[in-house]
């Protein structure tokens, strides 16, 4: 039979596991960073020009895209014309 771990233990090692965890995003997330400023460093004026205009789209569709989400009843929102 397996010794039960008791439950400071469990709480314990959940704790360490999402420390860990947060640990592990942050630093893909800064590598990640480095990484990309890395690419727009080697591109050509032209590419960045484009990437530019691309990631600008990107933003104007998103915006887009919550001011058409419906607004539930009650709830402060853009006002219907």
């Known amino acids: ?5 008791s439950d400071s233990f469990i709480v314990a090692m959940k704790r ?8 592990l995003r942050r630093v893909t997330y800064q590598r990640g ?3 990309t400023q890395e690419v727009y460093e ?3 004026v032209e590419e960045l ?10 933003i104007a569709e998103k915006e887009m ?12 929102g853009i006002a219907e014309a």
Not at 1 to 5: A, E, F, L, N, V
């Open 1 to 5: 039979m397996m010794p039960q771990k």
């Open 16 to 23: 360490v596991m999402t420390a860990e965890r947060r640990e």
């Open 33 to 35: 960073t480095f990484e």
């Open 42 to 44: 080697t591109m050509s």
């Open 49 to 58: 020009m484009r990437t530019k205009e691309t990631i600008e789209d990107l």
């Open 65 to 76: 895209q919550e001011q058409s989400i419906p607004v539930e009843a009650g709830k402060p």
